[in-house]
């Protein structure tokens, strides 16, 4: 088979490519910040500083891994995606990236990219917070990290569970200091 001219192929190469150049295009605006009014004030070796908390933009892209498309390029996927296979019923998507770091009291403003045909959620369970993002389009999602610790997300479609996930990190304020 010429993979050249696979139309499935191409679809999926002109989505991914579409992807990084809207990644790369947005790349600015993860750059930016804000410092919204709330502080947090902590003390560190006994010395007392104030952090003011900022709103950092994030951009998400849902990416192909592995999916029953690619079996008929790779043939050990098609006793993958068999119906006795170990990946029947499921498709291996990502999300680049799939660590987002943020400091206690941040707020991280977070657009979801889906380039591909198959709807996708970004959920934080930890937080109770959800958008639902249909194919070929974006979703919006605000998240104020409150609490310390590796918050996980992921798309809660069960045909993309449990590979597409990934970590919402909030570090103390502390350690902005």
């Known amino acids: 088979m010429d993979i050249g001219n696979d139309r499935i192929f191409r679809v999926t190469m002109l989505a991914m490519v579409v992807a990084l150049v809207v990644a790369l295009v947005f790349d600015g605006v993860g750059h930016r910040t804000t410092s919204p009014s709330r502080t947090v004030v902590t003390t560190v070796a ?19 891994l592995l999916v029953h498309e690619q ?18 019923g499921k498709e291996v998507w990502g999300f680049s990236p799939s660590t987002l770091t943020l400091y206690q009291g941040d707020t991280a403003d977070i657009t979801i990219v889906n380039p591909s045909g198959d709807d996708h959620t970004f959920t934080v369970p930890d937080l109770n917070k959800s ?47």
């Open 46 to 64: 006994s010395r007392s500083f104030t952090y003011k908390p900022r709103t950092k933009a994030f951009i998400v892209t849902t990416v192909p």
């Open 131 to 177: 958008v639902y993002v249909k194919a070929l389009s974006t979703g919006h999602l605000v998240v104020t990290a409150i609490n310390p610790g590796v918050h996980s997300f992921e798309c809660a479609m069960e045909e993309h569970m449990p590979f597409m996930w990934g970590q919402l990190v909030v570090l103390p304020a502390s350690d902005a200091a």
């Open 71 to 88: 079996a008929g390029q790779f043939d050990y996927l098609a006793k993958d995606f068999s119906k006795r296979g170990v990946l029947a």
